[in-house]
């Protein structure tokens, strides 16, 4: 499991938590995923007015706001955008998404602290996760996993190392839970920001999320996530060499949208080009 080192934002003085954060992939007109969940769309209504149902349903169970970024397929386009309790919703201006990436102002002095002392209070949460998965409580290592990742994402943005490194943890958390489709959903999360900043290990997540992504059962799921695992392979094929495990890994997703020739038998599942210990982070 990843090691991670953070701001400790504990104590009286700490910022309230951020809005609980979600990520939407909408892959047609009837068909989104929210953090790897299959989005019911009812008869007569857009997928869109099924997410912002979903996300307000989110909100009221929780009594605040909620937030998620939506990449959608349709338009080509990411957003991110806040839904409240009574259904209102909005677009987070870019200060407030910039804030979530700077450290809070170091208390006396009025100026933003960037140091990153000893991560204590993580250090402290991160064990009490291992303990969870030691002992087999998964569904508790789970929940400690996404309040960790909320919390560091909240301080420090979603594209922070150890933003990133506490949604790993919690992808790695959901596959040994067998919860495939949600480890699949954060791998995929992790993957896609390390590609986007140009990270030498996005080749790994990459592979950690076709991992995941081997194991989900429903095909609807697989075909829209596999969609965007090859979108991924592709970026991470331009920029190195890929070696015998990756290249596997992605003719296997590519084989998932290739046609049978025909006379071929064709067998259930999508293969196992991954290591079963990928995942051993």
């Known amino acids: 499991m990843p090691e991670l080192t953070a701001l400790d934002r504990s104590g009286p003085s700490a910022p309230a938590l951020p809005p609980p954060h979600f990520d939407v992939l909408v892959s047609d007109e009837h068909e989104a995923l929210l953090d790897g969940e299959r989005v019911d769309v009812a008869d007569g209504q857009s997928v869109h007015e099924a997410i912002l149902d979903l996300l307000q349903q989110h909100a009221r169970d929780r009594r605040g706001p909620v937030r998620a970024t939506v990449s959608d397929r349709l338009d080509a386009r990411t957003v991110c955008i806040e839904v409240a309790p009574d259904g209102s919703s909005r677009i987070p201006g870019p200060d407030e998404e910039e804030s979530r990436s700077a450290a809070p102002p170091a208390e006396g002095n009025g100026r933003e602290d960037h140091r990153e002392p000893a991560p204590a209070a993580v250090a402290e949460h991160v064990q009490h996760i291992r303990e969870a998965v030691d002992a087999g409580d998964t569904e508790h290592a789970g929940l400690l996993a996404a309040a960790l990742r909320e919390r560091l994402a909240g301080d ?8 990133l490194e506490a949604r790993a943890m919690e992808a790695y958390v959901a596959h040994l839970a067998g919860d495939h489709p949600l480890a699949t959903s954060l791998a995929i999360g992790v993957a896609r920001i390390r590609c986007g900043l140009g990270d030498e290990r996005a080749a790994d997540d990459v592979l950690r999320a076709t991992a995941a992504w081997e194991r989900l059962l429903d095909e609807r799921a697989a075909s829209a996530h596999g969609r965007e695992l090859l979108h991924l392979w592709t970026h991470v094929a331009e920029k190195r060499r890929l070696g015998p ?11 998932h949208f290739t046609p049978p020739a025909a006379g071929t038998r064709v067998h259930e599942g999508r293969g196992t080009a991954v290591p079963q210990d990928t995942y051993a982070l």
Do not use: I, T
Not at 156 to 163: D, K, S
Not at 245 to 255: I, S
């Open 156 to 163: 420090h943005g979603a594209g922070h190392p150890q933003a």
């Open 245 to 255: 495990v990756h290249a596997e890994a992605m003719h296997l997703v590519r084989q």
